[in-house]
């Protein structure tokens, strides 16, 4: 019998695929859904697999047949049947890291659905046991690329708000098309959101803080919160994240940028 109900290899298959195939929890996230880790096309994250912690695993292990969802790019959600309210706006959360700022925003907005979306395992299951601890029940986790979520997942004018909170920068040159926040990316994010909808980023980087307001001051379907049509004001809904800390002991100065969802 194999150990813990694991899945039993298919031989049609060489190992050395089978065993980049085979899930690291038989109910958990499937390792790279939607195969984007593999793919030509160019991705805003580092494909990688960090251990878990006993508690992560055993968050995972429970936790996510209730509240996670596989990014595999095969089907259509339905945001209403998602949350226990159907009527709870969602906003969605693109790259939460450990999640501690998500499950903070999730207690002080229970009105609010928290899609929250990033390909790092112990992320997920640290953030699994953060809302079980904290009785959240509007925070949902999913697991992939969240261009995919968006491209394929999710219906056009469904979102209330997407936040990226500290993308990864991609300082070098030769990796600025790493970038999540380009033209073509706020192209997609426009269909998704619903008009007014807030379009949130934050970053300790300088050059990409640029770099966000003047795409997003270009996108002809994006409407900068502040009048001066600068920088926004550090919101209260927004905590302090985990890489927000890291970019602040090293005296970076961080930048917010809001945009609002033109109506059509
Ligand atoms: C620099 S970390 C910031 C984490 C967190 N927001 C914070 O401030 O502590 C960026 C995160 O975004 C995730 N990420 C990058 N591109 C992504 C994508 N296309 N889909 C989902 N997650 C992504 C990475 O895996 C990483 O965990």
């Not at 039993?8 to 195969?35: K, L, N």
């Not at 903070?104 to 929250?116: F, R, V």
């Not at 009785?135 to 491209?151: E, H, K, S, Y």
């Amino acid at each position: 019998m194999p150990e813990n109900n694991a899945p039993t290899p298919d031989s049609s298959v060489p190992a050395s695929d089978a065993r980049r195939r085979e899930p690291m929890f038989p109910d958990g996230p499937a390792p790279d859904p939607a195969g984007s880790h593999h793919e030509r096309r160019i991705r805003s994250f580092q494909p990688r697999r960090s251990r878990v912690t006993t508690g992560q695993g055993e968050s995972l292990r429970r936790l996510w047949p209730k509240w996670g969802l596989d990014i595999d790019g095969l089907s259509r959600l339905d945001l209403g049947e998602l949350f226990d309210d159907p009527k709870l706006p969602v906003v969605l959360e693109i790259g939460f890291g450990m999640g501690e700022a998500t499950a903070q925003m999730a207690a002080a907005d229970p009105g609010t659905g928290i899609l929250a979306c990033d390909v790092h395992t112990p992320g997920q299951g640290n953030l699994l046991g953060l809302a079980e601890r904290n009785g959240l029940t509007n925070v949902r986790v999913a697991n992939g690329d969240a261009i995919i979520l968006l491209r394929e997942m999710l219906a056009p004018d469904s979102l209330a708000g997407i936040r990226v909170y500290f993308p990864d920068p991609w300082p070098k040159k030769r990796h600025h098309k790493r970038r999540l926040i380009q033209p073509e990316f706020l192209a997609l994010a426009a269909t998704r959101l619903a008009p007014g909808g807030l379009l949130h980023c934050a970053t300790d980087w300088e050059p990409y803080a640029e770099q966000m307001l003047e795409v997003l001051s270009a996108a002809p379907d994006f409407e900068n919160t502040q009048p001066d049509g600068g920088f926004a004001p550090r919101p209260d809904f927004r905590p302090l994240t985990r890489f927000e800390g890291q970019g602040l002991d090293k005296g970076h100065v961080v930048h917010d940028v809001m945009f609002t969802r033109r109506e059509r």
